[in-house]
C-alpha cells in the first residue's frame, strides 16, 4: 500500500469522527486538503473516485450504481440542488446522494479542495457549481 493510500484512507478515517451529520462535507473536504488533496473527482454511475494529493494520485473504486447499457437522465439542476439540499442536511446517506446525483443527469463532478467548489457536470457538458464554506479544523 502506498504512502498516498495510507494517507488518503487515514484522513477519512479521521474526517468520520468528527465531522457533524448536518454540514458535514466541509470538514471532510478540509480534512482531505490538510492531508494534502488537491482534488477529488467522482465518476458517475461507477463510483469511480480519483484523489490529486501531493503523495501522488489515487483512484477508490465504489460499488457501481448500475450494470449494463442504460440512458443517462437529462441534466436537471432542480433535481440536483435537491440532492445537495437534502445530503446538506442530513437526510440521505452517501450512497442515496450518489444515486440522486446521477438521476439529476449528473455524470461526473468534481471537487477543487483549494478553491472550494464541487462542479457537476451532464453528458452534454451542463455544468453546475457550487461552493462550501471553509471551515477550521486543528491539524
Same mark, same amino acid.
Given at each position: 500500500?502506498?504512502?498516498?493510500?495510507?494517507?488518503?484512507?487515514?484522513?477519512?478515517?479521521?474526517? $468520520?469522527? +468528527?465531522?457533524?451529520?448536518?454540514?458535514?462535507?466541509?470538514?471532510? @473536504?478540509?480534512?482531505?486538503? !490538510? #492531508? %494534502?488533496v488537491?482534488?477529488?473527482t467522482?465518476a458517475?454511475?461507477?463510483?469511480?473516485?480519483?484523489?490529486?494529493?501531493?503523495?501522488?494520485?489515487?483512484?477508490?473504486?465504489?460499488?457501481?450504481?448500475?450494470?449494463?447499457? $442504460?440512458d +443517462?437522465?437529462?441534466?436537471?439542476?432542480?433535481a440536483?440542488?435537491? @440532492?445537495?439540499?437534502?445530503? !446538506? #442536511? %442530513?437526510?440521505?446517506?452517501?450512497?442515496?446522494?450518489?444515486?440522486a446525483?446521477?438521476?439529476?443527469?449528473?455524470?461526473r463532478?468534481?471537487?477543487?479542495?483549494?478553491?472550494?467548489?464541487?462542479?457537476?457536470?451532464?453528458a $452534454?457538458?451542463?455544468?453546475?457549481?457550487?461552493?462550501?464554506?471553509?471551515?477550521?479544523?486543528?491539524?
Open positions: 500500500m502506498s504512502n498516498a493510500i495510507k494517507n488518503i484512507e487515514s484522513a477519512m478515517q479521521y474526517a $468520520a469522527t +468528527i465531522r457533524p451529520k448536518v454540514g458535514g462535507f466541509p470538514y471532510l @473536504a478540509e480534512v482531505l486538503r !490538510q #492531508a %494534502g488537491t482534488r477529488n467522482w458517475l454511475p461507477a463510483c469511480q473516485s480519483i484523489f490529486t494529493t501531493n503523495l501522488g494520485p489515487v483512484v477508490m473504486q465504489g460499488t457501481p450504481l448500475l450494470s449494463g447499457v $442504460a +443517462i437522465p437529462l441534466f436537471n439542476e432542480a440536483l440542488i435537491s @440532492a445537495l439540499r437534502i445530503d !446538506q #442536511a %442530513g437526510e440521505s446517506t452517501f450512497p442515496e446522494f450518489l444515486n446525483t446521477w438521476l439529476a443527469g449528473v455524470v463532478y468534481d471537487v477543487d479542495l483549494l478553491a472550494r467548489t464541487c462542479t457537476y457536470y451532464g $452534454a457538458d451542463e455544468v453546475y457549481v457550487e461552493s462550501y464554506p471553509a471551515v477550521t479544523i486543528k491539524p
